[in-house]
């Protein structure tokens, strides 16, 4: 049986072994000294408990494996400790693995969403104990070369990964409307910072080109993604889970666009410097591939929301956040 300090709140993280719930575990748990947290996670290929070797000691935190969709266990979870908040991050979040394989992105995004929401609604009646889900600026479709996503923008997804999204965010409106659940909704840019899977755009470029390999980028490289350093999001996503109103969404966007190409061109500009080739540049090492399909055009997020109604703002400069990312990749990747 799992012990946590009986005096505190408990609260549980899903999904704290991939990127994100990784880098929030531990800033939460030093944010909050009188919170524990209960990490669930499936260790699907996208989660290692090595992204949370800081925390494994703390007498605060404790993990189980286990799968969101999984309905006994997470009642069982319910019935031995008192929880008092959800904050999910578990999902299935590679789009390029939503157009190949879809189905687990219904499963876990939608119906682990559901499970969660089932169990949380039986036990909380008639407390105030908070459900935070953890969506994306994708659920919003694609813009043009102007515009920002609101709020109140409309949900248009494009992709299996958005659609799945989207569906978990009408679903948790929904439990509030329906059930008065303290429910907030926050979606967020993209994400970028240490511990994020191979399989995203920044780890892939610094990968590929310190092994030497071609560099690949969709299409003509012109997708404009506006990137918020995750320790900013983590900071965000603690403010909303506390401040946030019930029954309301926030976006959280880092203010800062930026094409694939000039990304992939950054980090070899950095990488030419901190591990000069022998010959010539890792630019030359880019090579454009056929693009994703239906990959949207721009994504960019409007986060006065946030910053007017809970004084949040993304803090890091794109230049450091990235210069920091490359060094933990760096490390990482020492022996490629
Ligand atoms: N990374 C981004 O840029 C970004 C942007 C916007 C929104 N988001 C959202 O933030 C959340 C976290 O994203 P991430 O980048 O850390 O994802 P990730 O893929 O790195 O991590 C997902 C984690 O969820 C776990 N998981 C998957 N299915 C599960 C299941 N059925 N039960 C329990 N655990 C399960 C995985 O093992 C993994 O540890 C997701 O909900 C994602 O949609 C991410």
Known sequence: MLELPKENKTIVITGGAGFIGSNFIPFFLAKNPAINVLNIDKLTYAGSLDNLKEVQSNKRYAFIKGDICDFDLIKSVFEDFNITGVINFAAESHVDNSINSPHKFIKTNIEGTFNLLEVARHFWKGTNNRFHQISTDEVFGSLGDNGFFKEDSNYQPNSPYSASKASADFLVRSYHHTYGMNVVTSNCSNNYGPKQHDEKLIPTVIRTALGGKEIPIYGNGKNVRDWLYVIDHCKGIDTIYHRGKSGETYLLGGNNEIDNLSIAHKICNILDIKIPKE???????????????????????????????????????FDIGLDKTIDWYLNKYHNI
């Open 279 to 317: 010959n010539g540049s890792y630019n030359s090492q880019i090579k454009f591939v056929k693009d994703r399909l239906g990959h949207d055009y721009r994504y960019a997020v409007d986060a006065t929301k946030a910053s007017k109604n809970l004084n949040w703002t993304a803090l890091e400069k």
